[in-house]
């Protein structure tokens, strides 16, 4: 029973620190040259999930003109400029928001747990008491 709470409270933790990568992506979509994040979950020997770490999306955002003339982009192999253009983010906002839903469900989900064993308990001391 009380395995239960432990690895929905994991859950819960991890599945928050997943939200707040995807909120970070967002928040920078429309930041030259930033990088969208992820963080990577595994299961845990003893149940329950855990970040594994951030992963970083390293492809191109689209190339598009800029609002200042004296910017510039240089592509990963340095071969190309292009004078007055620069690199936007490569966070990709449907991905996103699939991302958001999921969390969401994932932290209701556990919350669920977590309350349904706050019942049981009480329910337990109940019949005890």
Do not use: C, W
């Not at 991890?14 to 990568?21: D, E, I, K």
């Amino acid at each position: 029973m009380i395995d239960a709470f432990y690895n929905a409270a994991s859950a819960l933790s991890a599945y928050g620190q997943r939200q707040s990568a995807s909120a970070h992506n967002v928040a920078n979509v429309n930041t030259n040259e930033f990088k969208s994040q992820r963080v990577d979950l595994a299961e845990k020997p003893t149940g329950g999930v855990t970040p594994t770490g951030v992963t970083t999306d390293t492809s191109p955002g689209a190339i598009r003109p800029s609002e200042f003339p004296e910017d510039k982009v240089v592509f990963s192999n340095d071969a190309m400029a292009l004078a007055g253009h620069v690199e936007s983010s490569n966070t990709d906002l449907a991905r996103e928001m699939v991302n958001s839903t999921v969390n969401s469900y994932s932290f209701s989900a556990n919350t669920g747990v977590v309350r349904t064993q706050d019942d049981m308990v009480g329910t337990i001391l109940d019949i005890v008491s």
